[in-house]
């Protein structure tokens, strides 16, 4: 439901005088979300809608489609031609000092970026200083709703439990054909996922061996697809219910197929574990002590703890991402490698902490989730935290 009150109270927190919200023929699924567009809505005309700190919101919108921003609080005013567009753009946002529109310096952060620089370059020709959005789009487009919370809870049970599932078939398996293909694993967690009510946007990552050591592995495309005795296997995994709003979990997890797993998948395990509960710690001890976090922090923190062990190379992608009814949400991502995150981790949003080494024979990632609770309480789901490479053999 937009509410006008929230958004206006957080732009007033995060020091904008107004959020100018644009959107040309779907370009900016940000704003159609902010504004609540209906599904599948794709108009062939400009529109605006600008919400200030304070007062009343302005709506622009096209003479042939007049009607598109109807469900939205306030005034309107209608252009037909380009002239009219720039006058009535500059006689709405003109008093605004600070603008935010969904706008990132230098596209250091694509997520955000939906807003074309000629338009960027309009509203600041009418003396605006434009700047991100990324808070206000983490608050309003990955906060999580108390039925979303309980969604995501009902999704990691059975995630979780798919887990249990898969390695108790690879034993079963191994004990009576002495082989299974990764295929096989994957279809067996996809009838999981279907017999719990749940969807995903994609078959889980089932990779054995050097195929694990693939970040996307594409499940089945390996040189050598077989789990055999003495394999290694990487299982990541991700599904939500299936039903509107719903959230998702996204868990990774490893294991050994043999009754004691060897010391040179332990001793890899164990860097990325501790640099998995390095993350975790970080984020605890900002909310704990009431200090502002940024999503590149907790990337830092993580992968220190793999750059001191000397695989700092082998960790080939960010620290985290953001999620909701995505796996990979809008909100704030745990990263300062592929972009440098500097969005506030807020209150009621969900991420991943997924840290890895990536080897040629091998690789290792530890996935869980966290929720930040309104209260600033850090929550990790996703079951127990794996501690250990399961020995998939053992009794």
Same mark, same amino acid.
């Given at each position: 439901?937009? #509410?006008?009150?929230?958004?206006?109270?957080?732009? +007033?927190?995060?020091?904008?005088?107004?959020?100018?919200?644009?959107?040309?023929?779907?370009?900016? @699924? %940000?704003?159609?979300?902010?504004?609540?567009?209906?599904?599948?809505?794709?108009?062939?005309?400009? &529109?605006?809608?600008?919400?200030?700190?304070?007062?009343? /919101?302005?709506?622009? @919108?096209?003479?042939?489609?007049?009607?598109?921003?109807?469900?939205? /609080?306030?005034?309107?005013?209608?252009?037909?031609? =380009?002239?009219?567009?720039? #006058?009535?753009?500059?006689?709405?946002?003109?008093?605004?000092?600070?603008?935010?529109?969904?706008?990132?310096?230098?596209?250091?952060?694509?997520?955000?970026?939906?807003?074309?620089?000629?338009? @960027?370059?309009?509203?600041?020709?009418?003396?605006?200083?434009? +700047?991100?959005?990324?808070?206000?789009?983490?608050?309003?487009?990955?906060?999580?709703?108390?039925?979303? =919370?309980?969604?995501?809870?009902?999704? *990691?049970?059975?995630?979780?439990?798919? &887990?249990?599932?898969? =390695?108790?078939?690879?034993?079963?398996?191994?004990?009576?054909?002495?082989?299974?293909?990764?295929?096989?694993?994957?279809?067996?967690?996809?009838?999981?996922?279907?017999?719990?009510?749940?969807?995903?946007?994609?078959?889980?990552?089932?990779?054995?061996?050097?195929?694990?050591?693939?970040? $996307?592995?594409?499940?089945?495309?390996?040189?050598?697809? *077989?789990?055999?005795?003495?394999?290694?296997?990487?299982?990541?995994?991700?599904?939500?219910?299936?039903?509107?709003?719903?959230?998702?979990?996204? %868990?990774?997890?490893?294991?050994?197929?043999?009754?004691?797993?060897?010391?040179? &998948?332990?001793?890899?395990?164990?860097?990325?574990?501790?640099?998995?509960?390095?993350?975790?710690?970080?984020?605890?001890?900002?909310? *704990?002590?009431? +200090?502002?976090?940024?999503?590149?922090?907790?990337?830092?923190?993580?992968?220190?703890?793999?750059?001191?062990?000397? &695989?700092?190379?082998?960790?080939?992608? +960010?620290?985290? $991402?953001?999620?909701?009814?995505?796996?990979?949400?809008?909100?704030? $991502?745990?990263?300062?490698?592929?972009?440098?995150?500097?969005?506030?981790?807020?209150?009621? *949003?969900?991420?991943?902490?997924?840290?890895?080494?990536?080897?040629?024979?091998?690789?290792?990632?530890?996935?869980? #989730?966290?929720?930040?609770?309104?209260?600033?309480?850090?929550?990790?789901?996703?079951?127990?935290?794996?501690?250990?490479?399961?020995?998939?053999?053992?009794?």
């Amino acid at each position: 439901m937009f #509410d006008l009150t929230l958004i206006q109270s957080a732009l +007033r927190n995060f020091g904008f005088d107004g959020w100018l919200l644009y959107d040309f023929r779907g370009s900016n @699924v %940000l704003a159609q979300r902010i504004l609540h567009m209906p599904h599948g809505f794709s108009g062939s005309r400009r &529109y605006f809608y600008f919400i200030p700190a304070h007062g009343e /919101p302005r709506k622009l @919108v096209h003479r042939i489609e007049s009607d598109v921003l109807d469900h939205l /609080p306030g005034s309107a005013t209608i252009y037909l031609k =380009w002239q009219e567009l720039e #006058d009535s753009l500059r006689a709405i946002v003109s008093s605004s000092k600070t603008l935010a529109m969904e706008y990132s310096p230098r596209n250091g952060n694509p997520y955000i970026s939906r807003v074309d620089a000629g338009t @960027v370059e309009l509203i600041r020709s009418f003396g605006c200083d434009v +700047r991100s959005s990324g808070d206000l789009i983490s608050q309003f487009e990955s906060a999580l709703s108390e039925d979303q =919370w309980q969604s995501h809870l009902e999704a *990691t049970r059975h995630t979780t439990s798919a &887990y249990n599932k898969a =390695w108790a078939f690879i034993a079963n398996q191994i004990r009576s054909n002495r082989s299974i293909s990764e295929t096989a694993v994957r279809d067996l967690i996809m009838d999981h996922f279907a017999e719990h009510g749940l969807t995903t946007y994609h078959p889980p990552i089932v990779g054995v061996g050097p195929n694990s050591g693939n970040p $996307h592995y594409e499940t089945g495309t390996g040189a050598d697809i *077989t789990i055999r005795e003495g394999s290694f296997v990487l299982i990541d995994l991700w599904a939500k219910m299936n039903r509107p709003g719903a959230v998702y979990s996204d %868990l990774t997890r490893t294991g050994f197929v043999g009754k004691e797993v060897p010391q040179k &998948y332990t001793d890899i395990f164990r860097i990325v574990a501790a640099a998995r509960d390095a993350g975790i710690e970080c984020v605890r001890d900002a909310f *704990t002590a009431g +200090r502002p976090l940024c999503g590149w922090e907790v990337d830092d923190a993580t992968r220190k703890v793999i750059e001191d062990a000397g &695989y700092g190379p082998y960790f080939c992608h +960010r620290t985290g $991402h953001n999620m909701a009814q995505e796996t990979h949400g809008n909100g704030t $991502h745990m990263d300062n490698l592929e972009t440098h995150e500097t969005r506030l981790v807020l209150p009621r *949003t969900l991420f991943t902490i997924e840290p890895g080494i990536y080897l040629p024979e091998f690789g290792v990632r530890s996935e869980i #989730d966290v929720y930040i609770h309104a209260d600033g309480r850090v929550e990790v789901t996703g079951g127990p935290i794996q501690t250990e490479v399961v020995a998939i053999l053992r009794d």
